[in-house]
């Protein structure tokens, strides 16, 4: 059966503005994660199944009896922000909006599954993720501990994400890193406090942390290659001290960004070397807490090869394009690429805000290309005959 396109694109955008009016927060996706399972159910698919990493969703679809397989992938949260935006499908839960057109993404996957339940034209299995959490870092993370890979196993992985400042129809991805790791740190520095006059009976803390604070600054300018791409900021500095008492701790926050996780590895170990020394020269104790919150999202090299063809098939070269620089903002689809190579590309959302701005919005003529490009890299890589 053949599916009229401009119905479903019509279709996509009545289940997005749906969704749009009901955003949910990451791992809190009760309602957004039935509405798919819901669609998947009434599409066919195979198998679908709920609960997948708590909210997540996995539809399955099998077309011939080949086995090789590949995953679809959409993230489903929403963000803890109010919407202003005076659209009538704005949001309905306050203080919550979909800022990140995760609307849009889950929308345009169950086009792509409902097109290739209605009409086929691959021969293999199609795994339909939708996971939760994506702005947390965490929602991956939890799909994969929850046996994602063993029970519903896949070769290749695809994700898009919707571009504010990118035409409508135009699709842009390169190979090898294209968005970056996200490090968080804290270091806390304790000594002795005291009286404001009479510094040196104490250990003070303050003085110390400023150093601190500036010498982080020399580990992007003086001890990585120039070559790579790294950014440290050190955010917060927070004191228990008051106008007339030093502090005797300073807690310095902030976070790290890198393409590689050997820079992120390096960028750990000066800071680390950085607050012993530092905390040595002025007699107080450092800790250093030091996590990975995202991973770099690198893709591979082949693949993303495989998805620009399909996305010049559908778009028109003249559409379709490869950014020379990648992106320091993070994406958690990057801990999929940790197990399973694939690609992730960036769909064109037209002239709106930018994401995470309380008016962004999805545009709903994105909503086609995304469904078919889905649609076209299956049936390019699990091709019919
Ligand atoms: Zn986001
Ligand atoms: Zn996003």
């Known amino acids: 059966m053949t599916i009229d396109l401009d119905n479903l694109a019509q279709e ?25 399972a819901g669609k998947l159910r009434e599409f066919g698919l195979d198998e679908v199944v709920t609960g997948v990493g708590r909210t997540g969703v996995v539809g399955t679809l099998k077309r011939g009896g080949g086995n090789r397989a590949i995953a679809l992938r959409a993230d489903m949260d929403a963000l803890r922000i109010p919407e202003q935006g ?26 792509a599954a409902k097109l290739l339940a209605a009409e086929g034209g691959f021969y293999g299995t199609v795994r339909f993720l939708f996971q939760p959490a ?12 929850d046996g994602l890979l063993e029970r519903f196993p896949f070769a290749e992985i695809y994700g898009l994400h919707n571009a504010p400042g990118l035409a409508v129809g135009r699709f842009e991805t390169r190979a090898g890193a294209i968005m970056s790791a996200e490090d968080n740190f804290e270091i806390v520095l304790r000594g002795v406090g005291g009286h404001a006059a009479r ?32 950014v440290v900021s050190v955010t917060e500095l927070i004191t228990d001290g008051t106008r007339n008492a030093l502090p ?16 992120s590895a390096d960028i750990e170990e000066q800071m680390r070397a ?7 020269a002025y007699a107080v104790e450092p800790s250093v807490t030091y996590t ?14 495989e998805a620009l063809g399909a996305a010049r098939a559908l778009l028109g070269a003249e559409n379709v394009s490869v ?21 992730f590309a960036f769909l064109g959302n037209g002239d709106s805000a930018p994401l995470h701005n309380p008016r962004y919005d999805f545009d709903d003529a994105g909503l086609i290309h995304g469904a078919r490009f889905h649609a076209g890299i299956v049936r390019r890589r699990l091709p019919a005959a």
């Open 292 to 305: 990975r919150e995202f991973v770099p999202l690198l893709n591979d090299p082949a693949l993303t090869e």
């Open 12 to 36: 996509m955008a009545g289940w997005r503005r749906d969704l749009h009016a009901h955003p949910e927060f990451g791992f809190e996706e009760a309602r957004t994660s039935a509405f798919v």
């Open 323 to 343: 950014v020379s620089e990648p992106f320091t903002g993070s994406e958690d689809f990057a801990r999929f690429l940790d197990h399973v190579p694939g690609c």
């Open 274 to 280: 950085i607050a012993d020394g530092i905390a040595r």
């Open 199 to 230: 510094p040196h009976v104490g250990r003070e803390t303050l003085v110390a942390a400023c150093a601190l604070v500036m010498s982080l600054q020399s580990i992007v300018s003086r001890r990585l290659s120039p070559a790579e791409i790294a």
């Open 248 to 263: 005797g701790e300073a807690r310095i926050r902030g976070d790290a960004r890198s393409f590689s996780p050997q820079v």
């Open 86 to 111: 005076e659209a009538p499908y704005r949001s309905r839960n306050p203080g919550v909006m979909h800022a990140c057109g995760h609307d849009g993404h889950t929308a345009m996957l169950l086009g």
């Open 134 to 145: 994506e702005e947390w870092g965490r929602g991956a993370l939890a799909m994969l501990d």
